[in-house]
């Protein structure tokens, strides 16, 4: 089954487990860039609040074609409980038939608000959730002793 990771980071974090993974897995790995760049600011404005619409931005060509792949795994980090609108973009483009592992990086690590509708939007496209992970990226902030 030739497999493929697919990931959009925005700090870094999203990035070295698509790194780690497509090496775990033998898979080819492929950066997907949006058109518009998020600047910090624009990442919280913007780019929440078109996660939490699940809009879709404008991407750059992809080096890959993702029909050529049985597996295709897509990572994201998590922007106001939803992926970031990379992600959109990335489910409108797959092909029917696929097999479809997600995995979100986020500071803490879950994704309650958004996991549900996110398979239904890859289910819609006639592709299989074969998994769903949330990675935790934070280090749970330690208690303090008095
Ligand atoms: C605009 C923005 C919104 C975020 N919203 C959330 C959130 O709702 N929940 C959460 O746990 N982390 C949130 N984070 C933290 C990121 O999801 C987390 O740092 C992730 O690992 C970043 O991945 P990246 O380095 O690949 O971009 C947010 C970060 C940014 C920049």
Do not use: I, K, Q, S
């Given at each position: 089954m030739s497999e493929l990771v697919l990931y959009y980071t925005f700090g870094g974090a999203t990035q070295k487990e698509a790194v780690a993974l497509a090496a775990q897995r033998g898979a080819a790995l492929c950066e997907v860039f949006p058109q518009k760049p998020y600047s910090f600011l624009g990442s919280f404005l913007r780019g929440s609040y078109g996660a939490r619409h699940r809009k879709a931005v404008p991407l750059q060509p992809?080096?890959?074609?993702?029909?050529?792949?049985d597996v295709i795994h897509i990572g994201c980090p998590i922007w106001g409980g939803y992926p970031a609108p990379v992600f959109n973009s990335v489910v409108g483009l797959l092909p029917p038939h696929k097999k479809v592992e997600l995995f979100f990086c986020s500071a803490r690590g879950e994704s309650p608000k958004s996991s549900a509708g996110t398979r239904a939007l890859v289910e819609a496209r006639?592709?299989?959730?074969a998994s769903y992970r949330d990675i935790r990226t934070e280090a749970a902030p330690s208690k303090q002793k008095k």
């Open positions: 992809l080096n890959e074609t993702l029909a050529d792949f006639g592709c299989t959730v």
